[in-house]
């Protein structure tokens, strides 16, 4: 099971899924030049800019869907004839490991230089040849300090008596398990059977002793907005649209740490349009745009020049680019943390299906 | 008797030209699967030292605090280190000279990490004599690992010269041309003695040996062709990366060392970054024009691109230490001028990987063309001699 949403819909959800429509119609009508055939982009829900890809449509005819999640099947992306999709960055190291992606045709993609560094040290892929990070996020923990009674500081909080069965949980094992790692001093860049395993024996013991609301995906801001609990984990692009309305909600990385995670672009094995996806990639790594679209998802960019343009733009663009969760600073960046893998993919899956289990997810 | 004497001969040079072809295919091989892997797997662990030292001295420079991020770079560093060595381990061979540098280079790292740790807990502890540990622990590296390590690459590059530059392939086709020579000239003597120009299966014969001079002397150029391109489209690239990766870490690990301990670096950097300017000829723009495809070129340019990053942070660490601003000097050695560092680093790995899988692929490329070429010529010898024979008796048919 897999995150339903990188974005909680809230006010925009109406809005941007006509705009959304609208600019698909716009640009699948028309054509250029330039890119040879269609560009078929499989990313996830409410993850673009619209008018950015209405813009994009004016240079070549571009088939967008926002129907990506974690749990699409091999045979649904490589055998329709995807030319970009975006993987959870776990999926990705799998996807390149099994040699299931094309490499980078970097040679059109000038702006890969603008790829930020954080995302060039994965061990599965040193460098970034194999795919570009669309956008990241960070799972931490939001809590209602009117609720809590008190400051969270610590993962533990989570599990501690006070808040029992006023915490929701999100059901994605890598973030869940990676943030109970961290509280037992593990590294969740570098996953061991014994680690992951006293991690997932931690939570299943706070599930059992009902220390947990539910477990959820998106919905945990709907949770944390209606008072149903007090703190939650959460990711910091949807807490960044809660606090829209909920300025008084709280994100925090924990003193031990936070998992970090991003959606990455790639070219799957025998892909029609691989020129064509290098001009999206392009595209969208120019800081300009890149900071357009920031404006409209609220997630970490992974393209540099992108803070600095959103302070060109002044107003409420120049106050996202002060906003700690969209740009965390050294300290903070120093304490999140990728998920790294276990050694094999059986592995990874058993821990799924354990995880899945216990959450009750599967 | 002409008959058994040519016979003889055309087997002859069939079993000669095998042998020699034979001991060529291995030795292609042995270059494909072994020395140059072997190459290969010695520059890794020269730049996974470069690399770990960098991180340790960007580890220990946290103190207290630790940089988990480093600390992970420090670790994974040293852990592909000792893979490429069990690589090197496992395919060295018989050379003895290079086990014995494997030895020392074991017990060196078994020291280097060692010593490592020390300087690291007693950071943590606040304990005197970390920072002359760390000190020790880099001499270490440089002073003897690094050219124990260089002496296995040495021994392995004089075996890659001489595995490539092997001569039998031509003494092959020579056994084969003069095969085909006694072929003609007993054509010609059969002719002269009965007075019926043509032979059939003597001339199938030539045929076939020709067939094998002409297909053996293009995969022999194939082979020629092939370690040519490895040598010039990919090994001398990566040597020239190796160089830029192995100035920039020095630079990473003096710039790094400044910030501990509060001395200006400013000359000893310029240099390095001299020996690497792209627009003084350096040796990023070398790594430029080794670039043979226009992916490898845009690699490059990356590269260049990251390293100026890297050098804008640089000279803020610099300006940091002139001005005794302690704080400041490890905050951006810690961050910016860590990330900089890092995204530079993984870009010229990325080019490095390219080029290494190029590398292999042209050697493997030069085993695959020899590889039909044992079989074949032993094949067509043994068949020329058949036909020679059966050429022979036909005409002595008829004589009689």
Known sequence: MNRLSRRSFLAKSAASAAALALAGCAVTEQRQASVASTLKVLNWPDYIDPDLLAEYGLRGQV???????????????????????????????????????????????????????????????????????????????????????????????????????????????????????????DDPVRPTQASTDRALAELAAANDRGQFHSWVFDEFSDLLASGQVAASMAWSGDTVQLQLERPDIRFIIPDEGAVQWFDTMVIPKGAANATGAAEWMNHFYDPVVAARNTLWVQYISPVI??????????????????NPLLFPDEETRRRLFFWGGLDSTAAEQDLDDRFAAMAGTA | MLALVTTTLIAAAGLIAWLLSDRLVGQTELVAESTGE?????????????????????????????????????????????????????????????????RDIAAGTTRYSGLIEAARTAAITGSPGADDTLQVASSLNRDEIAPDVQVIANRARARFDDETNSSWYAVALIVLVVALAILLAAQYSLYRRFRRFVNVPL???????????????????????????????????????????????????????????????????????????????????????????????????????????????????????????????????QGPANAAFNGFNTTVEAALLDNREQFLGNLRQAADSLRWLRGSILASSLLAAVLSWWGFAQRLGEYR
Do not use: C
């Not at chain 1, 995807?82 to 299931?100: C, F, M, R």
């Not at chain 2, 040293?78 to 000279?97: F, H, I, K, N, Y």
């Not at chain 2, 192995?246 to 910030?259: E, F, K, L, N, V």
């Open chain 1, 305 to 322: 020049g992108v803070r600095e343009e959103l302070e060109r733009l002044g107003g409420d663009a120049a106050l996202l680019a002060r």
């Open chain 1, 63 to 185: 088939d967008y869907r926002d129907e990506w999640v974690d749990n699409v099947t091999g045979a649904e992306l490589f055998g329709n004839g995807w030319d970009i999709a975006v993987p959870t960055n776990w999926l990705a190291a799998q996807y390149v490991l099994e040699g299931q992606v094309e490499r980078l045709p970097v040679e059109f993609i000038p702006n890969h230089k603008n790829i930020d560094p954080v995302f060039l040290t994965n061990g599965w892929d040193r460098g970034a040849r194999f795919h570009m990070p669309w956008q990241s996020g960070i799972t931490g923990i939001a809590y209602d300090p009117a609720l809590t009674g008190r400051e969270l500081t610590s993962i533990n909080d989570l599990f501690a008596p006070d808040l029992a069965g006023r915490v929701a949980m999100i059901g994605e094992m890598r973030e869940a398990v990676g943030l109970a790692m961290l509280a037992a001093g």
């Open chain 2, 203 to 333: 001339a199938l014969a030539s045929l076939v040996v020709l067939l094998m001079v002409l297909l053996a002397a293009r995969a022999f150029f194939a082979q020629r062709a092939a370690f040519e391109a490895a040598q010039t489209e990919a090994y001398d690239a990566i040597t020239v990366s190796e160089q830029v990766q192995q100035t920039a870490y020095r630079h990473r690990a003096i710039g790094t060392a400044s910030a501990l301990t509060g001395r200006s670096a400013a000359v000893e950097l310029a240099e390095l970054e001299v020996a690497l300017d792209p627009t003084q000829g350096g040796l990023l723009e070398r790594a430029r024009l080794e670039a043979d495809s226009d992916r490898e070129r845009a690699g490059a340019v990356e590269v260049i691109e990251r390293w100026q990053r890297y050098l804008v942070e640089s000279d803020r660490l610099q300006a940091a230490v002139a001005a005794n601003d302690a704080a400041g000097a490890e905050a951006i050695t």
């Open chain 2, 38 to 102: 072997v190459l290969i797997a010695t520059q890794q662990v020269d730049a996974s030292f470069a690399e770990a030292d960098a991180a340790a001295v960007s580890v220990h420079l946290a103190g207290s605090d630790g940089n988990r991020e480093q600390r992970r770079l420090y670790e994974l560093a040293l852990d592909r280190a000792t893979a490429s060595l069990e690589s090197v381990a496992r395919l060295v061979g018989e050379d003895e000279r290079s086990h014995e540098a494997l």
